[in-house]
Structure formats: structure tokens, C-alpha cells
């Protein structure tokens, strides 16, 4: 990935009103991989504790898009096609992790699977609890 893309890229994250509000961190970006980290805030949760599966299905779309945006090397637009989540346990934790990794990427369609996990600050374990398949199609 060019120097100028991984800005690209990074300059539209940190313009993101939905995520400056949701406090997200672009942890990697490189050629078909993004990975994002959103820590816990109350308007994120259920009852219980655990992150909402809305919160989740937000975090896997986003991060799916950077993914097909990191495919191409010219700037572009994506928009989501399908979506698909498994969720896999209930996610609890001090914050969401995605990496989403293009499988597919072509001329306009990409084929993107998304991994969700939580974390826990004084814990360097991971809990694997949503897994994604997302169809983005590049528009411009």
C-alpha cells in the first residue's frame, strides 16, 4: 500500500463524525486488512453488560468498507451490498477489535470477512465473538 492511500484512507477515518463519536481507533490499515478497536461506552450495551449486537454489525460494516477501499489502488467509494454476522458468544469485554480481510477483491465487487473480538485492557487475551461475511460494491 502506497503512503498516500494509507493517508486516504486514515484522513476519511479520523473525519468520521459517527466514529470520532464512537471513539474508534484505526489500529492497521495495509492492502486488503483493516483493523479497528471502539472501547465500551454505555450507549453500546445491554443490560448486562455485553456489547449490542447493532454496535457490532455497525463496527463489522465499517470496518469491511476500509477493507475494500484498501483493495484498490486508486481512491474510491464503496457501499455495502450484503451483510452478513454470525454472532458467536455473548461480547463481553472493555472494548470491540475488528479485522476484516478481503478474500475477493475485483473490479467492482469485493468479498470481505470480518472477525469481531472483545478485549480486556489488563488482559492481553481476545474472545472471538462475531464472525462476518460482507459483499462491498466500488461505485466510484
Do not use: W
Request: contains cysteine; hydrophobic residues 40%; glycine residues 4%.
Amino acid at each position: 500500500m502506497t503512503s498516500e492511500k494509507k493517508k486516504l484512507i486514515t484522513d476519511s477515518f479520523n473525519r468520521s463524525e459517527t466514529l470520532q463519536f464512537y471513539k474508534a481507533e484505526l489500529l492497521d490499515v495495509d492492502t486488503d486488512f483493516v483493523s479497528i478497536k471502539v472501547p465500551k461506552m454505555e450507549i453500546m450495551t445491554r443490560k448486562a453488560g455485553m456489547f449490542n449486537g447493532a454496535m457490532i454489525a455497525s463496527l463489522v460494516d465499517v470496518s469491511s468498507g476500509y477493507a475494500a477501499v484498501s483493495h484498490y489502488e486508486e481512491d474510491c467509494y464503496v457501499v455495502t451490498v450484503e451483510l452478513k454476522v454470525n454472532y458467536l458468544r455473548p461480547a463481553i469485554g472493555d472494548a470491540l477489535v475488528s479485522k476484516s480481510y478481503v478474500i475477493k477483491g475485483g473490479a467492482k465487487i469485493s468479498v470481505v470477512r470480518t472477525e469481531i473480538y472483545t478485549i480486556e485492557e489488563n488482559k492481553e487475551s481476545e474472545s472471538h465473538v462475531a464472525t462476518s461475511l460482507v459483499t462491498m460494491m466500488k461505485i466510484k
